[in-house]
């Protein structure tokens, strides 16, 4: 059963539903974000904004991914959204989601890691201390799967909604 939302596609010009169209272009708002505050903090040493800017994003990220889940368990056949593309027929599709996954599921268990031992190994103010290289590389490692999971996303949505 298609969603009230999906019975008319979303807001974009393809097949993809209303939450589809949104989470597909959030996405692009979230690599951006995330690349200024990465910057906030390794070019203009601004640490509390950095911190603020991830914590929000995180929280903002958990938010979208539950409303996600719930719209496409119980409202949207994404399945029949899909099946028009001519990918779907050959597993493309499918495997193109398997790939999104291996980076969309580990994704946030890391970030939530990476922001809950940052608030717990950084004084406040935020300032550079002995955990500061642990951190690095764990952030540096949420930040690709970010934007890993945006990428393969985006694979994702264009073979199952867009190519015709």
Partial sequence: MLSLFAQNYGFLPTRGSVMLDFVFLAMFGVIVIMGVSIALVRFRRMYNLHKWVQIILGVVLLLA?????????????????????PYY????????????????????????YVIVMAIGKFPSPVMPNSYSNTHKFWARLAAIGMTMTAVTGWVFYYLGFVAS
């Fill in 65 to 85: 991914v539950i409303a996600f889940e719930v719209d496409m368990r119980f409202f949207t056949n994404w399945r029949e959204l899909a099946e028009p593309s």
């Fill in 89 to 112: 027929a050959s597993g493309t599709v499918d495997t193109s989601l398997y790939i999104h996954l291996a980076f969309a599921i580990p994704t946030p268990l890391l970030w939530i």
